[in-house]
């Protein structure tokens, strides 16, 4: 029998490594089919628009889609340097699937966006770019998400919610990045590390925040997740500096703070270093000040947030959820019952505190984020007015645990359950359980990653766990 030379041929390239000229034009082939799939793409929202500008509109929407695959895609083709030919293109497919599927969302408009959102975005349509800096508009979020805004509404007479879901989309590609860097610590196989880059952008929680509800807690738990692997690779100033960038964004970065207790005690960090986060905080809010705002109002925005929605909970996986509530009995449960719940979640962190202050001796690289995931799942269970939101960062968080021990793969199974059931809750369609079950999934969570600690921090002094190779 002759030889298949040609079939010979090409099994042997798709096994074969790329070189960076054979990555970019790959990444440059797959960009613009997609660009292709993206033109063709269903925008029910379009059809509000006349006749004569909807092939504008679509153009500029299947460039704006196709460049967050694009970066998607580049990020993937640096990362997997080392992977063979069909593992590359494989990629490239997974990723224009879900991406596609995320542009599949994009036309379900939430009650945030519509009462709130495009509100804002309208009223800066009509002001310079100095004095949108300087209007109080939205003034319980803080400025630089107002910044985003505010870019948002300088393309005129186009339907917002698709930038406003593109941004979303984009941090999620941000997010993926964080996980796999924080991954990186401890598998080194670009394998592992950029199946964590996909999952974690295809987690239930992310992708119902983002694409579909057109959130931005991504945008936070990226640079937080980006804090933690900057910090633990000792590079604590650039570390603490995206901390401060992520609690300019959101006032839940407050719950991944509490890690700067393990990295001090790893010694990541020094103490000098945790200025860097009111800097980079006050510096975020340089162009604000510039437009107008005043020094109290960007320094007390969180203030006004923290005094608003006064109810015992907010569709998150509380402790709460047992309770039989309805509006009022929920506010009136606050006025009774916030003072008890506060300190129920100040015990709780301070429970953690004193058991990473104890074992300071066993505190891993491993030990420091089950520390970190320990508060982002517990605090919250124990506190009033938390939103199904409020325990995103735990969701992701889990995922990264899993790549240190995959037998921890129930930890992102009972705590993105736990959200799922929150989310579904609070967007249109039946619930799939009633929320007191995610207070059981959310509980199981964090008596696992309080065992998986002890475990950790009991285990004596030993070295580092060895690296996994994909």
Known sequence: MKKDFVSEALRSLLGKRCAPLVRALMAAAATAVFYQFAYHARYAILDEFASFQYDEFLRIIAVMFTAIFAVSACVQMSAGKKLPLYALVGLLVITGC????????????SDDYDIFLSDWIYTYSGMG????????????YTPPYLYLMLLISRVRNFPWIYMVKALS???????????MKLCSLRAKGEGTRLLSFHIAQILPTVIFNGAYWGQCDAIYVSFC???????????PLRGMAAFGVALSFKLQTVFFLPALLPLWLRKDIKLR???MIPATYMAMMIPALWGGKSMHHVLTCYLQQAGNYNFITMNGPTLYQFLPL?????????????GMAMMLGFAMLLIVCAMACFKREAMTQENALLCCLLVLGGVPFFLPKMHERYTFGADVLALVLTVYSPKRIVLPLLFGMASYICYTEGLPGEPILALKWSTVFQMLG????????WRGLNAGNSPELTEVKA
């Open 98 to 109: 879900v991406t596609l599927g995320k542009i599949s969302l994009l036309d379900y408009v």
């Open 129 to 140: 770019i100095k004095e949108g800096l300087g209007t109080y508009i939205g003034s319980d």
């Open 169 to 179: 989309m984009l941090t999620d590609v941000l997010l993926g990045y964080a996980v």
């Open 225 to 235: 997740l980006l804090a933690l692997y900057l910090s633990l690779s000792k590079k």
């Open 326 to 338: 309805t509006a009022m009995d929920s506010a009136t449960l606050y006025d009774m019952f916030s």
């Open 273 to 275: 270093h945790v200025l």
């Open 446 to 453: 964090i008596a696992l990653t309080a065992a998986e600690l």
